[in-house]
């Protein structure tokens, strides 16, 4: 707590935060008295949780972090202005920030009579490292990066971004509200390394909730506890904390619209570039173009007598006649190309179909999920398509060996599983295994046209043998024996609990066998002899278009 102290203003480290009766108790409590609510039932007659725990532990799951590094404001406007109040003293302090960026940066700085300094990015909006640090001043006690940046769109270099981290000796914050369209990492990995590093991003974009205002800050869990002292004890309503985690439960559709909408955003690049009255269409890792024009204004006015409002940029440093365009859905990325198509003076062809408004349909593709009291569990998979797997079920070798499945098998696999891990990994393990096979039963569908049979034979990394016949039929065998009881963070008998439920699920024959001296080496053969078992089975049968089966069913 020492180092992230020395950086608090003097006011805040002596601050004796609000706090509420319901912090305190450790039982669960069913008669509240404390708060001087009104008793009766209303649905929102109750103060929302001040901390919100049930939220956190679901983003924390999307995120791929831990619920206690989480900090939730209201929108990410909050967290940016409580940096200001934490780390900056009025009139006294300065922040350090890029241009052209978001411009909040400097509202909440001028609101908080901090100076601002502007370090302006290199040509195509590159982020050079020793260039902004040699900006910082003696006052100079945040620094603060968008990447990708609004209004440009490009994601700057995690090189660059690390460099200005490891050596500024106050504050960085890495504002990533765009980053889930970028397809990289997020620094929000380095938080418990890099103690100074404070990570923005927010539900306001890819998942859809820009109305309830919620934002993110990812840091170590001394900085979120600074945080969550200084911000309103209330400061997310019930409504909107049970309406984001409604939504949140479907979390792999957002894939899917992330998916629709990056491919949109190449088609409109595609689009623009051949017309004459844009100059630039600048490369975009977020779901927006920054687009210069000839002549910005008489586009911008074009497009307004056609209904369609996009963001003049223009005043902004390095962003003359340049107008920030949002991808839409198809329909709306049309209507936009319409009007600029004419303003052209060239032919424009709507498309008739070419993209829905909600990504891909059809094929041997399934999204399934799974509420119980004890998970929450979301699974999309496609057989016949590859994509880089995201999977998270906050079992982290657990995550490892699902990995293994999508690689192996070479098909598309997403998998959230929100379980309370505090109390046993049990359920969690199993009700993904069921989920699993949910998901493969529906996209296989009548199992016509599959070889159905799928073995894989010893490999090198360990003796693992796996015999799947997707008949119809359930026969588990596990010839398998750990030397520990542990493997990874997860217990090694639950992986024969596991394949048991899947194959149970499943309705098919799974044999499974292996051995070796080691456990990590052991469980990650059978996981993958077992996908790639599972890549001859489902693969389609050229020869045999029908149910493969002599009974002519399964
Ligand atoms: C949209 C945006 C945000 C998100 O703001 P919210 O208050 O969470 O809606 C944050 N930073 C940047 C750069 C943005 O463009």
Redesign the pocket.
Known sequence: MEDILKYVRENIKRLIPYSTARDDCKIKMDVYLDANENPYNNGVNRYPSPFQEELKERIAILKKTGSENIFL????????DLIYRIFCEPNKSSALIISP??G?YSVAAEINAVEIIKYRLEENFGLDARKMLSLVREDTKVIFI?SP???SGNLLSQKEIEYVIDNFDGIVVV????IDFAGSSSFSRLVNEKRNLVV??????LYAM?GL????AIANRDIVKIMNNVKYPYNISCINQQTALSLLKEPLKIREQCEAIIEERGYLEKMLQPLSIVKKVYKSD?NFLLVKFADKDIAFKTLGNGGVIVRDRSSLEMCDNSLRITVGTPKENDRLLGILYALDNKEFHAREKGGTDSGRSNGRRAIVSRETNETSIQIALDLDRFYTPFISTGLNFFDHMLEQIAYHANIGLNIVAVGDLKRDDHHTIEDVAITLAQAFDRALGARKGIERYGFSLPMDEAEATVLIDLGGRIDFKWEVEFKGNMIGDVNAQMFNHFFKSFSQNLKCNLHIKADGENDHHIIEGVFKAFARAMKCAVREDRQNAGIPSSKGKL
């Open positions: 404001g209201n929108g990410s406007d909050e967290a940016i960026s978001y909040m968008c940046n609004n209004p504002d990533e509200a765009y923005l991003q927010t539900l306001s974009k820009a205002r919620v934002g993110i977020a």
